[in-house]
């Protein structure tokens, strides 16, 4: 067989492992809220994509842990890979129409649910949300450090105390934009500052 023949089938098969492998994907629609859709896609190898829109073709992607990522999987599994309801019989306020949906090798299987009492279901949403909010601050800190750099600092600080607070995941993705901030002599000092304090919180946090 030609090599050039060998190649389209290598690639072939590669393309058709990647659409077989496992992936989550949590999407959120609350109207009047900010924003008011998300959608997070996470692959089995960590790879995951956020998006604001459904037809937003310019996706902001980062990397999971391996460990993360298998915490998150661990759950869609006691989950039963969404084959049941996870909607709670309580009446509760509307908190946003949410999805849990599972893509792997055969029929792909999904949830929708308001509101559910299930902690495994809570633990996973709770995961889903952290990316969601790790995506918006480094949106909002590439933004300020672009569009608006007196409110740099109000950005930084606000992913500071999320990071803090434990509510940031696959932290390597921050370091870019950190780094560019604090040898950018053009920002003010105190910002420079605290993006490379960051940046080192990071580095240091690494296992």
Request: proline share 4%; with cysteine; hydrophobic share 45%.
């Amino acid at each position: 067989m030609r090599p050039m023949k060998w190649l389209a089938l290598l690639l072939c098969a590669s393309a058709l492992a990647a659409d077989n492998a496992p992936r989550l994907i949590f999407s959120k629609s609350f109207p009047n809220s900010v924003p008011a859709f998300e959608k997070i896609t996470l692959e089995q190898s960590g790879d995951a994509e956020y998006r604001e829109a459904e037809d937003d073709d310019q996706p902001l992607k980062f990397k999971m842990t391996a460990a993360d990522t298998q915490a998150i999987f661990d759950l869609v599994a006691k989950l039963d890979y969404f084959k049941h309801s996870l909607e709670s019989p309580a009446k509760v306020a509307f908190m946003g129409a949410k999805t849990f949906r599972y893509e792997s090798s055969g029929a792909p299987t999904e949830t929708k649910f308001n509101f559910s009492e299930d902690l495994n279901a809570q633990a996973l949403l709770d995961w889903c949300e952290k990316m969601a909010e790790s995506a918006q601050h480094r949106i909002n800190v590439e933004r300020a450090a672009k569009y608006d750099r007196l409110g740099l600092m109000k950005a930084l600080g606000l992913m500071e105390s999320a990071m803090d607070r434990k509510r940031l995941v696959g932290l390597e993705q921050f370091l870019p934009i950190l780094d560019r901030i604090s040898k950018n002599e053009s920002y003010m000092h105190v910002a420079r500052a605290r993006a490379a304090e960051m940046a080192e919180a990071i580095r240091n946090s690494k296992p």
